[in-house]
């Protein structure tokens, strides 16, 4: 275990302390894309691409570790707690809470192969980017571990993410009457609008859409609506109400 401030800035700081203009410009970022997502596009795809510039960069100064992307701290308890560079997590995470909220999927299964491959990539740029950690310590199982975590997640949001923004298929229009309407308050006060709608296409039970506000509002129970469903950029099928 790292026991020393000295062993904690060999580990974690060697390269990574040169990007804190980029952790910082990811947050904020990040922050915009959640609660104003717009300019929806140039947000995104500054999003996605933030990640691979902070591997590129940091790994410049010749492969530094692995660990280099991975901050070891104390907990109150004594317990340590592994905190992976803010240009891959933040950005993942808010990734990941934008597309699903924003785009809906036809099928789970459609997404396995995309996002294996895309996770498989990013590990090759990793590894490429950076050298294994050499030494044997306890901490390298976590440190792998909230890597790759971090990784995968990014991977799975980029991943959805690219196959809606940037797809132009042509959509296939359903016509389907909706049931009903509800609104959830989340624990931070945080409304989501869901509309309720029949059966249609593929989807053989009522099913719940999640709509922005100024949708929800317009909408009415018994009401006809449309539903597109397009391809997907990567074949991973997607719809919403138009």
Not at 79 to 94: G, K, L, P, R
Not at 112 to 123: D, K, Q, R, S
Not at 199 to 226: A, L, M, R
Request: proline share 4%.
């Amino acid at each position: 275990m790292i026991q020393t401030t000295k062993n904690k800035v060999t580990l974690s700081k060697l390269t990574f302390h040169k990007l804190d203009w980029l952790e910082h410009g990811t947050i904020w970022l990040s922050i915009w894309f959640f609660i104003y997502p717009k300019p929806y596009d140039i947000l995104f795809t500054t999003l996605l691409c933030i990640p691979l510039l902070g591997l590129f960069l940091n790994g410049l100064s010749g492969r530094p570790s692995i660990s280099s992307l991975v901050t070891i701290s104390k907990d109150t308890d004594g317990s340590n707690n592994y905190d992976v560079a803010d240009f891959i997590d933040v950005a993942a995470f808010f990734l990941l809470v934008r597309v699903i909220l924003d785009f809906e999927f036809e099928s789970l299964y459609s997404m396995i192969l995309p996002v294996t491959i895309a996770f498989a990539i990013m590990l090759i740029i990793l590894f490429v980017s950076h050298r294994s950690i050499a030494r044997s310590s306890k901490n390298k199982t976590w440190i792998y571990s909230s890597l790759f975590f971090n990784v995968f997640l990014y991977s799975f949001a980029g991943t959805y993410g690219a196959n809606c923004v940037y797809d132009n298929s042509e959509p296939t229009v359903h016509h389907v009457e909706v049931v009903n309407k509800r609104i959830n308050t989340s624990g931070k006060g945080k409304d989501l609008y869901y509309i309720k709608v029949k059966p249609w296409g593929h989807h053989y039970d009522e099913e719940e859409i999640n709509v922005p506000k100024s949708q929800f509002d317009e909408i009415q129970i018994g009401q006809t609506v449309k539903i597109d469903v397009k391809e997907g950029l990567f074949n991973i099928p997607w719809y919403y109400i138009e």
